[in-house]
């Protein structure tokens, strides 16, 4: 990510940022559930800007409620994504100016904390969708409609891998809408967004799809956001977009923002997302996904140059040991080109499709390794929960970053044996180096260069040799560090 974006969390208060969610009952193209406020679409408008959004806002806003989150003091105890590593509620790699819209100030923190965001009914009996970053952990959940009824909402599951949450209230009769899941909206159609701005209560701008597959917003493997430009801010966190028709095609999450306030670039979870893991949270409390225990990475061209490969497929960094992958022979420099068949475009791609495999099924994947292709087939596990995951990734060896060294120079690192074995350890990096550039500090250990096991610093003295022999400008290094592994490319130079 450039340093100069910014995703803004579009909760307000001690809310975070994240992905949104809806649930259950949910009907399919055409016409809504019996009793839905938008049960029978609209008719489509002319081509061109409508006259007046009134019509569709008018029969949809009932259904949009505010929500109000109280939790005990303490920093990030409302809204923790659940997803990164040192536990302060924002999302690893996202930069340090969103830490202002994701804790609570230092004299505000002895008090409760309370945050607002956004939510849509999605049944007439009250199970109303929202954004797991709005309700974690919340200890009073408030839901207000839009003719100011009040009332106290309980969850019904969360899912911080796609942050849709659901929680039900108390009722019956309660105006509801509906989601649009086959009909994909385009880039230029015209959609509305209807939310709690800034706990203003119900507002409604409007705008057009901007962009369809946006990656990269959250963190998330599982979400392509679709990109609006109707303006959402801080409080529209888990409400619904909607089309002409009156059908929900998206819920509001995340805002690019380099001030805080809406710019006009605004990303929404998909219809088809929200309903189905919605659904699953209405029907099992949760969502469950495949899992073959393997951390994969994308191939850029850098590491394809290093592997002597076309762009394309995921890269095998880490193997989880006693998990699935390990068991049915997957190592790490592996590259999977299909899974089922199907082909991988990258990192993300496999774990999505990974996900979708039931418990216990056979995933076959094709790799290449060592220049080779080979098939392995893997029986999938079930997915840790993300916050387990989070912990896994904290743990392993501590990074050792002691001592003097041997073979200074090769690729800027002076090198010295790793007393556990693992490979050989970086006890200092030349400063302007392409190693230093790519983040390669002392204490990492390099276990592998390509897929070849590396025990020395003349392990890895030969290797470099080899690419330079074979016109390569780059070696492959599998680097440990903290208990996790990723592969990094690195020039070899003139030699």
Known sequence: MRKNRLLANVAVGAAALGLA????YMARAGAGPSGAVNA???????????????DVIQRVAPAVVSIEVEGKAGPQRIGGFGQDGDGDGVPDGLPPELRRFFQQAPEAQARPMRGAGSGFFISADGYVVTNNHVVAGADKITVRTADDRSFTARV???DPATDIAVVKVDGSGLPFVSFEERAKPRVGDWVVAVGNPFNLGGTATAGIVSALGRRNVSGSSYVDFMQIDAPINRGNSGGPTFDLSGRVVGVNTAIFSPSGGSVGIGFDIPADVVASVSRDLISKGKVTRGFIGALVQEVTPEIAEGLGVSKGGALVAEVTPGGPAEAA???PGDLVLK?????IKDGSDLTRQVSRVHVGDPIRLDIIREGQPKTLTIRSGLRPSEDALAQNAKGGAGSDDGGGGAGAG????????DGQGRGVRIAGVASGSD???KGLRPGDVIERVGQTATHSATDLAQAVAQARKDGRKQVLLLVGRGGQHIFVPVEVGAG
Not at 339 to 343: E, H, K
């Open 21 to 24: 969610g809806a649930g259950g």
């Open 40 to 54: 029978n679409p609209l008719p489509s408008a002319a081509v061109g800007a409508p006259a007046s959004f009134a």
């Open 156 to 158: 019904i599951g969360r």
């Open 329 to 331: 022979g997957l190592r």
């Open 339 to 343: 899974a089922d068949g199907q082909p």
């Open 410 to 417: 090769l690729l800027g690192l002076k090198l010295a044996p």
């Open 435 to 437: 190693a230093a550039q």
